[in-house]
């Protein structure tokens, strides 16, 4: 159990780093001269970056959970593991989808201009 952890701990930094490398540019202002519309810009790259991680990793789930069915021969545990990632992955999707639509319906009303539609 513990090397199993051990390696998903390794495989998890190393999917970690080129997001890290992705992240740069979040801030739009230096740090002296930020505004309401830097502020606006911050949230709306930070809600794009966290999109753009949340639905690749969902579909790699998808698959690890469509891979444990498909080979599940009969098994009724992986085929309630694989059930349950399925139902898991679905919901957080799902949240983080709305969120998403949420906090951008904020900003739309907050911003006379369209800009932000442009996502």
Do not use: H
Not at 20 to 37: R, S
Not at 83 to 90: A, E, H, L, M, S
Request: charged fraction near 15%.
């Amino acid at each position: 159990m513990k090397n199993y952890l051990n390696k998903s701990l390794v495989f998890l930094i190393l999917m970690g780093f080129p997001t890290l490398i992705f992240a740069e540019g979040l801030v739009p202002c230096d740090g002296l001269n930020c505004d309401f519309e830097a502020l606006m810009e911050l949230v709306q790259n930070v809600l794009k970056y966290i999109v753009e991680i949340t639905v690749p990793l969902s579909a790699i789930m998808f698959a690890y959970a469509g891979f444990l069915y498909m080979t599940s021969q009969g098994s009724l545990d992986k085929r309630k593991k694989a059930n349950q990632i399925f139902t898991n992955v679905g919901i957080g999707l799902f949240f983080v989808l709305a969120a998403w639509l949420i906090v951008k319906a904020i900003l739309v009303g907050l911003k006379s201009d369209t800009s932000f539609l442009n996502f």
